[in-house]
């Protein structure tokens, strides 16, 4: 009698055959054990190649959901509660919204002063379209400053959020300030965000006495040192006004730190803003200069100009390219440097002029890097 190869594979292979062990010849036996042979060895490599696929997907779904968690707040551009972890070690507030702040203020204790941004309109950004603007009670500052206090917390360094908290009334920032001395005597100094028009809508007196009374670090969203791109991005200043508020914060005692953008003028025009933009930076002189590549949101207003074709965006090897020349184009003793291109994940930072060339370097080997792979822009 021959069975087939399917039944024989099938009493093997199969827990709930019911088929019985097959009688046939030592012959017929022979040849149909080497069958079985190869197709068990068929069936382990099937096995071997599905197992890899499926760990292959499994760790595509866990960096998928890491980048997820990396971008859920900025994606969802929907109202949201964040418990933020203090500086303090032990506590925590509430803070509502995303939590955003230059790099050399994670040391300091973060006290949430408003939400969102007061001007709010910059194409580029969502960090605070989903937010109403409002400044919080001066109880509820006061609540948290007590609650610091009460965890034995004593900050040197206090950073005001939200977004432009230098915005607020000049009475008002003094009123936060003369609470922040009383409940912490030895803070150094006191350090918020800031635009150009938050400094024009000050008289010079007023701006002394908001550095007599402890404000110390403004950053300003410089940006671009091009006229048109601040223009067309709604940037709330020009370069002008920019070089004036600057000088002006400089004469009251304040120092200033700049954020910058690669990509910002998009594609085909990196070379041309970081030699502007280092202009700008070498006639003003901030303290700090932290350069981010710019993020194309698609629910930012500047995504629905990519969609009409109105503006070209840069890939991630040209934003690289113009961060070089950036480098190469500074020339400000002391500045401390810090620039971002998370979607690539790079960074490169130091102090000028010492580490120029180690950043050039490290910059450079990115760009080599980058010219072997596909382009990539960064969409979230």
């Not at 009493?11 to 019911?18: A, G, M, V």
């Not at 707040?73 to 506590?91: H, L, Q, S």
């Not at 550095?211 to 110390?216: F, L, P, S, T, Y």
């Not at 629910?299 to 100009?305: S, V």
């Amino acid at each position: 009698m021959r069975l087939s190869s399917k039944k024989f594979l099938d009493y093997f292979t199969n827990p709930h055959s019911t088929e019985e062990m097959p009688v046939i010849d030592r012959h017929v036996m022979k040849k149909k054990k080497f069958y079985l042979y190869k197709k068990g060895v068929v069936l382990c490599l099937i096995t071997i190649i599905q197992r890899k696929c499926d760990k292959i997907v499994m760790k595509k779904q866990e960096n998928d959901e890491q980048m997820e968690k990396k971008f859920a707040i900025v994606k969802n551009g929907a109202k949201m509660e964040e418990k933020a972890k203090d500086t303090m070690g032990g506590g925590r507030m509430q803070y509502e919204g995303q939590i955003c702040r230059a790099p050399m203020e994670r040391g300091s204790y973060m006290l949430p002063v408003a939400v969102g941004c007061s001007y709010n309109a910059c194409k580029f950004c969502t960090l605070f379209k989903h937010l109403q603007y409002r400044e919080l009670p001066i109880a509820q500052i006061e609540e948290e400053l007590q609650r610091v206090k009460g965890l034995n917390g004593r900050p040197r360094r206090v950073f005001l959020g939200d977004g432009n908290a230098f915005g607020m009334k000049t009475e008002r920032l003094l009123k936060i300030l003369k609470l922040v001395r009383e409940y912490f005597p030895d803070v150094a100094e006191v350090n918020m965000d800031a635009t150009v028009t938050n400094i024009q809508e000050k008289s010079d007196v007023e701006l002394k006495k908001l550095w007599e009374a402890g404000v110390r670090h403004l950053y300003l969203g410089i940006e671009s040192g091009l006229p048109d791109v601040l223009e067309w991005m709604h940037k709330d200043h020009t370069l002008e006004e920019a070089y004036t508020a600057i000088d002006r914060i400089k004469r009251a005692g304040m120092i200033y730190d700049a954020h910058i953008m690669t990509g910002v003028a998009g594609r085909g025009r990196g070379t041309e803003n970081a030699e502007k933009t280092a202009e700008f930076l070498n006639v003003t002189r901030p303290r700090h200069v932290i350069n981010f590549s710019m993020f194309l949101h698609q629910e930012a207003p500047l995504y629905r100009d990519i969609e009409q074709g109105n503006f070209l965006p840069a890939d991630e090897l040209e934003n690289l390219l113009e961060e070089k020349c950036l480098l190469e184009h500074l020339q400000v003793d002391g500045l401390k440097y810090d620039g971002f291109h998370d979607f690539v994940q790079f960074r490169v930072r130091g102090t000028f002029p010492e580490d120029r060339e180690k950043m050039l370097r490290k910059v450079e080997e990115a760009i080599e890097k980058n010219k072997k792979e596909k382009p990539v822009f960064a969409v979230i």
